[in-house]
């Protein structure tokens, strides 16, 4: 088994897991068998690209997402969020950007309290 389909499976699986979503699931919204999902997970067998595309979009992200973890192992959820909310921020204008500020402001006021 190679280090990336390892690394790969691993990957999916930390992001299906972030979703809180069952290999039953993520297997639904990608348009698989569960099964096979599973050994993917395992790294047990190789993608094509048509399936990586099939996981990604099933898991709401880009294709290139899939492929963002370290030499060291997967990257944590942490890191997952700070990904994903740098390539919302990329997708929105100046104006976009301000209310998003302020609302995130405001949220954190409101913790605050």
């Keep these: 088994m190679t280090n990336l ?4 499976g691993a990957r999916i699986r930390q992001l299906r897991k972030v979703n809180r979503w069952t290999q039953e699931e993520l297997a639904e919204k990608a348009d698989m068998d569960y099964k096979y999902l599973g050994a993917i997970e395992r790294g ?12 990604a979009k099933g898991l709401g992200i880009e294709v290139y997402q899939l492929f963002l973890f370290s030499l060291k192992g997967v990257q944590p959820e ?3 969020t700070e990904v994903k909310i740098k390539d919302l921020l990329k997708m929105c204008n100046d104006k976009e950007k301000r ?3 302020q609302t995130m402001q405001g949220f954190t006021e409101l913790r605050a309290v």
């Design 78 to 80: 942490e890191r997952i």
């Design 44 to 55: 047990e067998k190789n993608l094509t690209l048509t399936n990586i595309e099939r996981i």
């Design 99 to 101: 209310f998003l500020l």
């Design 5 to 8: 389909r390892r690394n790969l």
